[in-house]
Structure formats: C-alpha cells, structure tokens
C-alpha cells in the first residue's frame, strides 16, 4: 500500500495523531471526515461563510470575520505549508475537573505544529478561557504542539491584513510549470524583483496577478508588515519537495 501523500490531506490527521495522557486527550478526525465535528451543527445561529482557500485547494466554513481573515493571512504565509479547521478536540483537566475544547485551526509551518484559537478580545480575556489558554500553552508543546489564541488586535494589524487580502484576491491566475522555470531561470539568480515592475507587468513571461501566484505559491515572498512602493523588494523562497 502506497502513503498518503500531504497533498492528499482532507484533514491534520497526517500531522497530528491522537494524544492521551493522564491530564489531555487529544482527538483527530478519522481520515475519511473533514472536521472533527460539523461546525455549522455547532452554532446555528451564527452566520456561515466558505472561505476559498488556495493553500488547501478547498472551501473552508468561518464562523465569524475574524476566522476569515485568519485564514486569508495563512494562506499567504510562505512559512506555513497547510493548514485545518475544526482540526480536533481536545479533553484536558484542571483541578480535577475535565472539560472539552475545540480548536478553530491548525497548521504546520517550516518550524512547527501549531493550534489556533480564534476570539474577541473580550472573550479572550474570560477567566475560564485564560486558565485554559495556560493550561494547554504549558501541556501541548512536550508533544511538539504549540497553542495560540489569536484576537482581533493582532489579526488587524495593517498593513499586513490589507496586503494579505491584495495578494489572494490577485493571485488565482494560475502558473504553468514552463513559465514558472523561464521566470525563476530569468530572475532568481538576481535574488529580487522589484513591486513597481510587477505592477507595470515588466517581469515577463510573467504578469502582475501571476507574480501574486508565485507567492500564494510559496516561491517568491514580500514584507507583509510594511507598505509596498515601487522599491518594495519580492525575494525568491527555496521551494524543497514535499515528503509522503
């Protein structure tokens, strides 16, 4: 029998595998089901959006705005290679006492596994929401997991929300692998390219939404913290081959 390849993830059960100790129990959807749960089962009441995701090749549900814009800033990330929703659940106990979570996200990155808790900073700050942000913060990375909860005050952030959102929204014209060569034999031995020929389409074979592409794609990389201007500089991402 052949491996599953990443590729072929319909969900973190190829990165994550379930956990248990005596004090966190870490569930992952079996590898026929998407999520660990449905999420529209979940909240009913809350409006639901697909989220087109170009990292995972899929629609993706958002449960609120900010979850959207999550996703968007991890689409573009260079750094991160897929990333899951509603990826798993999660039992811990404090004080004896067990409770049930549901993480919104996680992803794998270059560097690390991680998941995403996404909330207002309002609810964030709940006392029972801390203590268990500590909680698992402290238990998951001696499994090799990271946990983060996310809030609107660093999901908003600009410049870097706004360029996320300009890079999806131009990047969906797809590269062929001949022009994708021609372009990384012509330019990537310079080390950059710069924003403004990108906008004027002086960077042939290749025009403005490609180059958004190539960095939806992952071989090419742009500040996303700072304003772009013309002397903006993309520079060029080893791209190494996925394992299996």
Request: aromatic share 12%; net charge positive; proline share 5%.
């Amino acid at each position: 029998m052949s491996k599953k390849k990443v590729t072929d993830a319909k969900n973190a059960s190829i990165f994550l595998k379930n956990i248990k100790s005596r004090s966190l129990v870490v569930e992952v959807p079996k590898d026929d089901e998407a999520f660990i749960r449905n999420p529209i089962s979940r909240s009913m009441h809350r409006c639901m959006e697909k989220y087109p995701c170009w990292k995972m090749g899929n629609t993706m549900p958002c449960e609120s705005i900010l979850e959207r814009q999550v996703y968007t800033l991890f689409d573009v990330a260079y750094m991160i290679d897929k990333f899951f929703v509603q990826p798993a659940k999660i039992k811990y106990r404090i004080d004896g006492v067990w409770y049930v979570h549901y993480p919104d996200a996680f992803y794998v990155s270059k560097k690390k596994k991680k998941f995403i808790e996404i909330k207002y900073s309002k609810y964030a700050r709940d006392p029972e929401v801390e203590k268990r942000t500590a909680f698992l913060s402290k238990e998951l990375p001696q499994f090799g997991i990271d946990y983060e909860v996310l809030t609107e005050e660093s999901i908003e952030q600009e410049p870097r929300l706004g360029n996320a959102r300009y890079i999806h929204r131009n990047g969906w014209v797809r590269v062929s692998k001949a022009e994708r060569d021609i372009f990384l034999h012509k330019y990537a031995k310079q080390g950059y390219i710069l924003w403004g020929d990108v906008k004027s389409n002086k960077v042939p074979p290749l025009n403005h939404s490609k180059v958004c592409n190539l960095i939806l794609e992952g071989y090419l990389k742009i500040p996303m913290r700072e304003v772009w201007d013309d002397s903006t500089r993309l520079t060029f991402v080893e791209k190494k081959k996925e394992g299996v």
